[in-house]
Structures are given as structure tokens and as C-alpha cells.
């Protein structure tokens, strides 16, 4: 029976409000919230499947509010809505008869928690997400199945992963003491509801119908809302676009552990020691509650991690952090019947127990992301960049699209640009309303004749891209952040001068701390790898190493970062050697080698070089490196061969000849060298 006349609740909401404003992000951060935020400003569609419901309740409450930018007020949102799943959750524990330390423990534990306090300070759907998965544990707790059913149809709108939560509300609903009492009609009721609820996806329709600026998948017929409410662009049961690990039993385990490692971290391996024991105790004081929170447990967790089956990188593990949300609620409710099991042994060691998530709070650093300007400001850089009128294609990369999105579609600024986008998915397409329905190959043709011929008309024309190749027979000269296309562009070097560079200056400094966060991990580099570029273009080498060591340190693990830093190495090594600058070159292969040293590639062209400066003994080694690790190269034996051959090694020559004709019979020299080589050592004698 929840306690009357009480205002814990909303001292809890209060307490839970303050810590998350002390925390919210100034504006759009990195990630998806520069979509969101522009989609709730605008009410336009973000990527499947359409978060109707966030949509709509952004954009509501950040009308109502008088202050700050657009993004900081659909933060506040976020905010609001963290601090409103704590005291939705105290409710609910009170409401199945908790005693007051279990419910403040709970709501504390999770006020507390990493990923609540991140998700609820900047702009994500997973703040309400949480909220609408509380409020379902609460109305089914109580039988209210009806409302119950409506808000898991609104809260499916808002991410489709709640729909996990049906079998536990079935679960609840078998064992709850009004179980009698059901039947076809209020079954069929409930699906109603449910169904009313989910009906917010018609906002789509209704949205997309009248074009705005974000309209990902033109959802304007019922086919097409079909298509997003299933997310086929992403083949629906996984979480993103790529490549995924086979699904075997090896991959199953994997990704349990991951899981439980990913909770570990959220509530310590202790925290899941004591939800698990909690269990025996939770099924004898209410069985209909605990069978609920376990069930949605294992499927908004381990099986939605298993479902989702994403690769083992540290993407795929940024990603899913913020999926830890839903089971660690349920988790936190299973500890507050551990602490009730304490509170009838001691109520004073209860009491007690409630001081470790306050003195947790207490200890950790305050702050959050209040000092979050990187997307910002990687947005406002890249629009200082465009001199006055210009066009700029956006070649890749989700913080550009919504920044940028953000900036001039929230903040209306830089009404003269003209951007495009070159998927034709974020920004108003230039190549022809066909143009996502052709081919790969075809789509290439469309973009080199449409933006071709627009560098010709002279109108300032950029690039957001990584590939200053990407107008065919020609390469673009760098200016700051961007490559310019514009015949005559006249390169500004002061550019640099002029971005706003909080969190990533000084460069050498900021490459000594590691960034948790793997998403502003994966933003921060590109300034240090950019300016790398730019030195490496003006032959200043000393620096150009310096900027492309301190991207690396700042992202060691990300996954746009390490090939370009890889190819880079592999360019300017190759063209050191060509210029006749061995030791150059020596140093830089080195170095690549350090950074990547199972590759095959790397280790042949080192010991090229190591053999032009004379250091045969030292080519061989790295020949036999290559070789070793590309064992099926062709290449990779014929020069350890050729090596050999200036040894005078007539059998091991024999040998890697020999494997390089099996490889690949047609490989130029291999059967006329080998010959030779059988000659040298007698095996082979020429008839007279």
C-alpha cells in the first residue's frame, strides 16, 4: 500500500532533477541527439523506426520552455524525464508493499546509475524509455492492465525494444491475485489499447505527407510507414547497418558475457551478486512482481543482446552502453527485496544501507556534460569554413549530418549554404529524385556529373569528406576541415585560427586522456588527423607525425580512424622510398608497424627499404614476417625469395619459389626464376 500523505516521491524527483540539470549538455552533443533535436523542432522523421512518440513529447515540452537554445531545451527534456523515472520507480516499489530504505535504495541505486545519468543529460530516447518501462511495472503491478497497455503501445512508438516487456506483463498478469478475473473480452480490450497507443505512428503519416526538412524514409504511404515501423533498411532484428558475427554457440557465449560485463560495470559484480540473491526472497513476498522483473531482465537484456548480435568492437560497445538501461531498472528493483529481507532482520542496518548510493554520488565527479560543446562546435567549424554563398557536400559521418542539421535547421544558421548530402538521406538530394533507387555504380555516375559540373560553374563548392580524390581526375586542396572543389579557391591557412577548439586543445595535451565515451572518441580525432593532412601537404613531417600520434592516442580503438591512420603511414612511406628517402621511409614503415604489426603489406615494404639501405639480414626477417603472417601471398614469398637469392640460399630460394608457383602460376618471373635457382644448385642440368 503506498504511504499517503508522503512527499518522497517528489523530493526524489526533485534531488534526481537538480543532479541531471547539473549535468545536461549546453546543446547538441555527439551521436543521434543533433537527428532528434532537429526532428523535434521541426517534427520531421528521424531513421527507423520513426520514435513518433519522442518526437512529439520533445517537441512538446521544449515549446513550453522560455529559455536556452533548441538543444538545450530538448536536454531538458531528457532531464525531465530521467528525474521523473526515479520517483515513478520509488512508486512502484512502494505500491507492492516495500518498506521506505528498500524503495530509497532502489531509486537512489538507479538515480546513481553511469548510464541513467548519461542518458538523462543529454538528448537520447532512452531517458523516456526507461520512464515508459517504470511506469509499466508499476500499472501492471497493480492491475491497472488497461493503462497498461496503452502506454506499452505509446512507449513501443518511442523504441520499439519495449515490446520485450510483453511476456513479463504476461508473466505478471498469470500470477497476479486478480488472475481470475480475466477473459476473451478484456484481453481483447488490452490488445485495443495497446493498439490506440501504438497508433502515434500515424504522426508519421501524417509528418512525412508534409515534407519536412527530416523525412528519413518518405514515410507518406502506408507501405513505407510499413517498411520504417520494421526497420528494413536495418533487416529489423539488428541494432545498425554492417556486418554481424555468425550466430553459433560460441557468439551466444560472447555475448553474454559482454552483457554481464556491460552490467558489472553499471552496478559492480556485488550489485549483481545481490539482485541475484534478492530472488528467493522476492518470489515468496510477491511472486506476480518478481517473475515480472525477471523475465523483463532476461529479455531486455541478455536476449535483446543476443538478438542484436553486434560485432566485438569498441562501436559496437559504445552503442550498446546505453541498452544497459532497461534491465538495470529491473535489476535495482530486485536488490530493493534484498534490502526489505534486511529490513525485517535490522531496519537500522537497512537505513544504513541507503547511505552507500548517496555516498556513491557524493564521491563521483560533478559535471556530466555540462561542458559538452565538441559536436557544437565541430558544427559551427565546419560552417566557418564555407566562405559566403557556398555549397558543400557532406560525403559521410552522423556527427556532420546533425550537427549540422542542427545548426541550420534549429538555430537557422548560415542561410546562404547550400548543403547536400551525398546518400541523399539527411539533406535535400541534388542528383534527381531517383536517385535512391539506382545502383551502386549508378549513384557514383549521378554524383561525378552533377557535382563535376557544378565545380565548373564557379560558385564556391566544398567537401566534407576524407578523400581528397573524390572528384574524379583531380584532388582537392584542403582547406581547415574541408576540401575545396571551387576552381580558384584560394587556401587559408588561418583557418585553424579561428575553430573553436575546447576539448581538444592543446592537441599533445588532450592526447594523454582517454575519453570513455566512445562517441566524442570518435569525433575529437579528426581535428588532430585533419591537421596531419594539412602539414603532411606542406612537407612539414616532424608535425605532421605529431598531429597523426596524437589522433591515434585520442582514438585508439575507433574504427573510421585506424585505416585512414594506417593508409596515410603506407602513402607517405611509399612516397618517402620512391624520393630516394630510405631512412625516412624506415622510420615511418616502424611506426606503422607498431601501430599495426600484422600487416603483411607493411613488413614486405620494410624490408624493401631495409635492402636499399643494405641491411639484407634485417629484410630477410622482414620478409619472413610478411610472409608468416600472409602465408597465402604470393608477393610475400617471392621477395622473401628474391632475398634469399642474394644469400645464395639455393634451397630455402627453392622453396619460397616453389610455394610461389603453387599460389599463383601466373606470377611474372616465378617458373624462369625458379628454374634457375633448381640450375644453380644441380638439380637441374640442361641437356647438351
Not at 543533433?34 to 517534427?43: K, R
Request: proline share 5%; glycine share 8%.
Amino acid at each position: 500500500m503506498v504511504m499517503k500523505n508522503w512527499a518522497g516521491e517528489w523530493v526524489l524527483f526533485l534531488a534526481a532533477f537538480c543532479l541531471y540539470l547539473h549535468g545536461a549538455a549546453p546543446s547538441v552533443s555527439v551521436g543521434d541527439a543533433g537527428e532528434f533535436i532537429t526532428a523535434a523542432s521541426t517534427l520531421g522523421v528521424p531513421h527507423p523506426s520513426g520514435f513518433p512518440t519522442y518526437t512529439v513529447l520533445a517537441k512538446s515540452v521544449s515549446f513550453l520552455l522560455p529559455w536556452g537554445n533548441p538543444g538545450y531545451r530538448v536536454n531538458c527534456f531528457s532531464v525531465f524525464a530521467g528525474a521523473l523515472c526515479v520517483s515513478v520507480l520509488f512508486l512502484f516499489l512502494r505500491s507492492i508493499g516495500l518498506s521506505l530504505p528498500a524503495c530509497l535504495f532502489a531509486a537512489l541505486l538507479w538515480m546513481g546509475a553511469p548510464v541513467q545519468k548519461e542518458i538523462a543529460c543529454v538528448t537520447e530516447v532512452f531517458a523516456l524509455h526507461a520512464l515508459f518501462l517504470a511506469a509499466l511495472l508499476w500499472t501492471a503491478s497493480r492491475g491497472q492492465w488497461l493503462l497498461a497497455a496503452f502506454l506499452l503501445g505509446l512507449g513501443v512508438g518511442n523504441h520499439q525494444t519495449l515490446a520485450l516487456a510483453v511476456p513479463a506483463l504476461i508473466v505478471c498478469a498469470c500470477l497476479h491475485p486478480d488472475r481470475a478475473s480475466w477473459n476473451w473480452k478484456r484481453a481483447i480490450a488490452c490488445v485495443g489499447f495497446g493498439l490506440l497507443g501504438a497508433s502515434v505512428y500515424g504522426v508519421i503519416l501524417l509528418r512525412a505527407a508534409r515534407h519536412p526538412f527530416l523525412n528519413v524514409g518518405d514515410g507518406e504511404t502506408w507501405g513505407r510507414l510499413w517498411r520504417i515501423m520494421r526497420r528494413a533498411d536495418f533487416e529489423s532484428l539488428t541494432l545498425a547497418l554492417g556486418q554481424t558475427p555468425a550466430r553459433n554457440f560460441q557468439t551466444f557465449s560472447d555475448q553474454l558475457a559482454r552483457f554481464f560485463r556491460g552490467m558489472a560495470a553499471q552496478l559492480s559484480w556485488a550489485g549483481l551478486a545481490a539482485s541475484a540473491a534478492a530472488l528467493r526472497y522476492a518470489f515468496r513476498k510477491n511472486r506476480a512482481t518478481s517473475g515480472m522483473l525477471v523475465t523483463a531482465f532476461v529479455l531486455l537484456g541478455p536476449f535483446f543482446f543476443v538478438l542484436g548480435n553486434l560485432p566485438f568492437d569498441a562501436q559496437s560497445l559504445g552503442l550498446l552502453e546505453r541498452f544497459y538501461a532497461a534491465p538495470l531498472l529491473c535489476a535495482c528493483a530486485l536488490i530493493a527485496f534484498g534490502v526489505e529481507w534486511v529490513f525485517e532482520k535490522s531496519p537500522a542496518l537497512a537505513w544504513i544501507l541507503v547511505l552507500l548510493p548517496v555516498g556513491a554520488m557524493a564521491l563521483e565527479h560533478p559535471g556530466g556534460h555540462r561542458k559538452d560543446w565538441q559536436a557544437y562546435a565541430y558544427g559551427r567549424n565546419n560552417l566557418r569554413s564555407l566562405p559566403p554563398g557556398s555549397r558543400l557536400f557532406i560525403d559521410g559521418g552522423d556527427d556532420t549530418f546533425y550537427t549540422l542539421a542542427y545548426l541550420t535547421q534549429c538555430e537557422n544558421r548560415r542561410p546562404d549554404v547550400e548543403l547536400h548530402d551525398r546518400g541523399a538521406v539527411v539533406f535535400s538530394g541534388a542528383y534527381g529524385s531517383d536517385f535512391r533507387s539506382l545502383s551502386r555504380e549508378l549513384k557514383e555516375a549521378r554524383r561525378q556529373s552533377v557535382e563535376g559540373a557544378w565545380a565548373r560553374s564557379g560558385k564556391p563548392l566544398y567537401y566534407s569528406t576524407m578523400n581528397p580524390r573524390i572528384l574524379e581526375n583531380r584532388e582537392l586542396p584542403q582547406q581547415g576541415l574541408l576540401y575545396a572543389a571551387s576552381p580558384g579557391a584560394a587556401a587559408n591557412e588561418d583557418l585553424w585560427l579561428f575553430y573553436d577548439l575546447r576539448g581538444v586543445a592543446p592537441w599533445m595535451a588532450s592526447s594523454r586522456g582517454f575519453i570513455r565515451d566512445y562517441r566524442r572518441r570518435a569525433l575529437i580525432p579528426f581535428y588532430a588527423y585533419q591537421r596531419a593532412m594539412a602539414a603532411g601537404r606542406e612537407n612539414q613531417w616532424d608535425e605532421a607525425l605529431d598531429f597523426l600520434k596524437s589522433a591515434r592516442a585520442q582514438g585508439p580503438d575507433v574504427q573510421w580512424l585506424l585505416p585512414n591512420l594506417f593508409q596515410t603511414l603506407h602513402r607517405w612511406a611509399y612516397g618517402f622510398f620512391q624520393a630516394g628517402r630510405f631512412a625516412s621511409a624506415e622510420g615511418l614503415y616502424n611506426l606503422l608497424l607498431q601501430w599495426n604489426p600484422g600487416d603483411a603489406t607493411a613488413w614486405m615494404n620494410l624490408g624493401a627499404v631495409e635492402e636499399r639501405l643494405g641491411n639484407l639480414q634485417r629484410a630477410l626477417d622482414d620478409y619472413r614476417s610478411a610472409a608468416q603472417i600472409a602465408p597465402d601471398s604470393a608477393a610475400a614469398h617471392f621477395n622473401l625469395a628474391v632475398a634469399l637469392w642474394k644469400e645464395e640460399l639455393w634451397p630455402q630460394v627453392i622453396q619460397e619459389l616453389s610455394r610461389v608457383v603453387a599460389l599463383d602460376p601466373g606470377y611474372p618471373s616465378a617458373h624462369a626464376y625458379l628454374l634457375q635457382a633448381q640450375a644453380r644448385e644441380g638439380r637441374f642440368r640442361p641437356a647438351q
